[in-house]
Nanobody, 114 residues
Framework: QVQLVESGGGLVQAGGSLRLSCASS????????MGWYRQGPGKQRELVAG???????KYADSVKGRFTISRDNAKNTVYLQMNSLKPEDTAVYYC????????WGQGTQVTVSS
C-alpha cells in the first residue's frame, strides 16, 4: 500500500522559512520523479516544484528563486525548502509523483501571515 506523508507545515510570518518533508512507502522511490503540489483557498491544486530521477528540478514561476526541492533516495523522502514566504503561498501542500500516480495524502498546511 502506497503512503505519502507530508509534514513540516505551520504558521509563519511573511519573509520567513519552512522546510517540508514527504516520506513515502510502498513505492520504488528512486524510480519516480517527485513533485510538491499546493492547493490554496478556493484554488485548484497546482504543481510548484518537481525533481527528476537524475536530480534535475523544475519550478513554477511563482516560486522560482525562493523554493528548493530535494530528495533523499535512501530515506524515500522528498523535501521542499521554502524561503521568503509570501501570504500567497498559503495553501495545503502535498507530494506525489509528477504523474500524480498515487492517492493524495492529507497534506500539510502552510499559513503565511502578512
Amino acid at each position: 500500500q502506497v503512503q505519502l506523508v507530508e509534514s513540516g507545515g505551520g504558521l509563519v510570518q511573511a519573509g520567513g522559512s519552512l522546510r517540508l518533508s514527504c516520506a513515502s512507502s510502498g513505492i520504488i522511490f528512486s524510480f519516480n520523479a517527485m513533485g510538491w503540489y499546493r492547493q490554496g483557498p478556493g484554488k485548484q491544486r497546482e504543481l510548484v516544484a518537481g525533481i527528476f530521477i537524475g536530480g534535475s528540478t523544475k519550478y513554477a514561476d511563482s516560486v522560482k528563486g525562493r523554493f528548493t526541492i530535494s530528495r533523499d533516495n535512501a530515506k524515500n523522502t522528498v523535501y521542499l525548502q521554502m524561503n521568503s514566504l509570501k501570504p500567497e503561498d498559503t495553501a495545503v501542500y502535498y507530494c506525489n509523483t509528477l504523474q500524480a500516480s498515487y492517492v493524495w495524502g492529507q497534506g500539510t498546511q502552510v499559513t503565511v501571515s502578512s
